[in-house]
């Protein structure tokens, strides 16, 4: 099983709301990722968990909170987004100690911030 | 600072025609990585090549590593249709997890 999955595919929300996006991997990955892509333009980092643990935060605003409740597990929790957060947000995961690093990324979370 | 400049930035060809897209830099790599990622989706792991002088082949798309592993190359041979998207290339610089991903190569291959 290489498969990422994440949830929902498509989310429209107001500046007001709250919602989170999830994903999920069974492939004993411990290091899980989220990116943000904006259109023609290549991933960029916002977090990375190893082994359950926040190692990275790429300067990312609080509106963003990224959680880890298992090794199989990674969850973002959006609060009171900006339209120009308006963008598809990947989840992947690599293995923690391979010199390669080789990331699996699920499909994405389209999202819309009005 | 690492950088990848990938190039050509687009491309647009005939089914059946044969492309080549580039990913180089002026650093060193101790490997790199490719994907393709479809409109709407996610990246897709295509190859990661190690070794100076590497060639490795997946059906149609032919992936080299240059010699001195500064650079690296995506040939396709008889393009079809389901080979457009957007194809990346990306290095593991040995900390923090993170990747360094040049900027794509949109490719789109008319009927």
């Known amino acids: 099983d290489t498969e990422v999955t994440q949830t929902p595919k498509h989310l429209v929300m107001g500046m007001t709301n709250k919602k989170s996006l999830k994903c999920e991997q069974h492939?004993?990955?411990?290091?899980m990722y989220w990116y943000k892509q904006k259109a023609k333009k290549p991933p960029e980092l916002m977090f990375v968990?190893?082994?359950?643990?926040?190692?990275i935060n790429e300067s990312v605003p609080s509106r963003f909170s990224p959680e880890c409740p298992n090794s199989s597990l990674l969850n973002l929790h959006l609060h009171a987004l900006q339209p120009e957060d308006s963008a598809l947000y990947l989840c992947?995961?690599?293995?923690?100690?391979?010199?390669?690093?080789?990331?699996?990324f699920g499909p994405g979370t389209r999202l819309t911030v009005t | 600072t690492q950088l990848l400049e990938q190039s050509p930035q687009f491309l647009s060809i005939q089914e059946g025609e044969n492309l080549t897209v580039y990913c180089n830099s002026s650093?060193?790599?101790?490997?790199l990585q490719w994907y393709r990622q479809e409109p709407g989706e996610g990246p897709v792991l295509l190859v990661t090549?190690?070794?100076g002088g590497e060639v490795k082949k997946l059906k149609r798309l032919t992936f080299q590593f240059g010699d001195a592993r500064k650079d690296s190359s995506l040939h396709i041979t008889a393009a079809q249709p389901g080979d457009t998207g957007l194809y990346l290339c990306?290095?593991?610089?040995?900390?923090?997890?993170?990747?360094?991903w040049g900027a794509g190569t949109k490719l789109i291959i008319k009927p």
């Open positions: 968990y190893s082994y359950e643990k926040l190692s």
């Open positions: 650093s060193v790599f101790s490997s």
């Open positions: 492939m004993g990955h411990r290091a």
């Open positions: 990306a290095f593991f610089p040995g900390a923090h997890y993170q990747l360094i």
């Open positions: 992947a995961s690599s293995q923690a100690n391979d010199r390669l690093y080789e990331q699996y």
């Open positions: 090549v190690v070794t």
